[in-house]
């Protein structure tokens, strides 16, 4: 009977320790998540940005120059992720 007890105590014990690790891991998650959103949002409205730029080049240089120009170009995107 106490030996039943002892492992009774101990398997509640090791329930509760998961189910912090749970915890933790479902904040994690979350905040991956947040932080994905929130990076994507951000490369939409750069997207958003360089398109409207590009459109304007466009309309005030021509589409021939922009590509000579563009061909012509040493410039790299970096980009963090």
Do not use: C, F, H, P
């Amino acid at each position: 009977m106490i030996q039943t007890k002892k492992t009774l105590k101990l398997a509640e014990s090791g329930r509760e320790v998961l189910e912090r690790k749970r915890d933790i891991l479902l904040r994690e998650l979350r905040n991956s998540i947040y932080e994905a959103e929130r990076s994507r949002e951000e490369l939409l409205a750069a997207l958003a940005k360089a398109y409207q730029n590009l459109r304007e080049a466009n309309m005030a240089r021509g589409s021939e120059t922009l590509a000579n120009v563009a061909l012509g170009s040493n410039a790299k995107a970096n980009y963090l992720i």
